[in-house]
């Protein structure tokens, strides 16, 4: 079945450090592939999105390539402000189209 | 509102009790989501609806758990005879009709405790 497997957090930063955080999936075929974001007392928004094998989303600075090969999408951003402190979630479309999956969100912490 | 609405936004109830929660989408939205995010278990479906088809009921732990949608709108998530283990926040999205994209638009929860 699909699934989403990402780092367990809590990833803690100093502002201006460099930001992974890894994402692998197992599914059927070439899912779309989603970063959602969840700031302090809002809802899940999207962030970035890949379609396809080899698609770079990119929104904020950041940034998630889709690798076919290694079945990851892996988050990046090269300087993290304290604005960034978040839950992110990685997630997939299911071969229905029809649902997110998502992995168990990493908790992402930058302190000036 | 422009947004999807929850309500209760916390609710706290005894053990044994039902509860219902409320979700208002996104006026136009087709698509209706619920989820559970329970902590150190991310977010978990439980069910979609989709227009007027019949509701993926999937992800539904358990036959307490119960949902509809009416007028195509508003949808409400029930759970009957609580357990503690259903403590949570429920998550509402919606989004958009036929292609999926994949954004779902969410509100910001109904955090139920069973005491």
């Known amino acids: 079945g699909n699934s989403v497997t990402q780092m367990e957090g809590p990833v803690t930063l100093s502002e201006e450090a460099f930001l992974t955080i890894n994402c692998t999936y197992t599914?059927?075929?070439?899912?779309?592939l989603f970063w959602y974001v969840q700031y302090p007392g809002e809802g899940l928004q999207l962030l970035l999105k890949a379609t396809k094998a080899d698609d770079k989303g990119s929104n904020k600075g950041f940034e998630a390539t889709y690798r076919k090969e290694t079945t990851s999408f892996h988050l990046e951003k090269g300087s993290v402000q304290v604005s960034d402190s978040a839950v992110y979630f990685c997630a997939l479309l299911n071969q229905a189209g029809t649902a997110l999956i998502f992995g168990k969100g990493t908790t992402l912490s930058v302190s000036s | 509102g422009a947004g999807v609405s929850q309500s209760p936004s916390n609710k706290v109830t005894e053990k044994g009790k039902d509860v219902e929660l409320r979700c208002d989408p996104i006026s136009g939205h087709t698509a209706l989501y619920w989820y559970r995010q329970s902590l150190g278990q991310g977010l978990e479906f439980l069910i979609y609806?989709?227009?007027?088809?019949?509701?993926?009921k999937s992800g539904l732990p358990s036959d307490r758990f119960s949902a509809e949608r009416t007028g195509g709108s508003v949808s409400t998530l029930t759970i009957q005879r609580t357990q503690q283990e259903d403590s949570a926040v429920y998550l509402c999205a919606s989004r958009p009709g036929t292609p999926n994209t994949g954004e779902l638009f969410f509100g910001e929860g109904s955090r139920l405790t069973v005491l």
């Open positions: 609806f989709q227009g007027n088809s019949a509701p993926d």
């Open positions: 599914a059927t075929g070439y899912p779309s």
